[in-house]
């Protein structure tokens, strides 16, 4: 049998598989898309936690995406931001940055359409993800959200992953170990 690792979240209880992510570690495998239920309780226990003065959400493609969009109903926030992960052809004047991430071994990049630059341009933006690990992509957000002038008054996550539970400039709903190999 494969190991896994149950997660606990509020009431809720998922079993992550482990998997190895490189020769000396390995993480509980967290996927939010398509789970509805964690989604739902997740963006109604954050949306107790979020900054009560700002303007926008801003999330990262694609995983954050379902809990930014609940946060946004919840939070009377009609709009929010997806930073993408490629170019898409309808983007006009998109800003881009590189990221590292924990979870992923080749170079990536976050980008923002002009378009939605211009929407944060001097706002109070909130920065939400499923889950915060090594901090790499959260950097990478704040740093191109911060290019249009926006402040960013709040980061939230699902869970903290390893060193991240000892943050303080995050929330998060619970904590997610590493697991040495």
């Not at 930073?83 to 080749?106: C, F």
């Not at 939605?116 to 740093?143: C, E, F, M, P, T």
Request: charged share 20%.
């Amino acid at each position: 049998m494969d190991a896994t690792y149950a997660l606990q979240v509020g009431p809720i209880t998922r079993q992550l598989p482990i998997i190895p992510i490189s020769p000396d570690l390995a993480i509980a495998s967290f996927v939010l898309l398509g789970d509805a239920e964690l989604t739902d309780y997740a963006a109604q226990a954050l949306a107790q936690r979020i900054p009560a003065d700002f303007d926008y959400l801003v999330t990262m493609e694609s995983k954050g995406i379902p809990l930014a969009q609940e946060l946004s109903r919840l939070t009377n926030h009609p709009h929010f931001v997806a930073l993408r992960k490629s170019k898409k052809d309808y983007m006009q004047h998109p800003l881009e940055i590189p990221v590292t991430a924990i979870t992923t071994s080749a170079p990536q990049k976050l980008i923002l359409d002009g378009a939605d630059a211009q929407r944060l341009a001097n706002k109070r933006v909130v920065i939400v993800d499923d889950v915060i690990s090594s901090g790499g992509s959260l950097k990478a957000a704040k740093a191109l959200v911060e290019r249009t002038g926006a402040q960013v008054v709040g980061q939230l996550a699902i869970l903290a992953e390893g060193a991240a539970a000892d943050r303080d400039d995050i929330q998060f709903l619970a904590e997610l170990p590493l697991f040495p190999r």
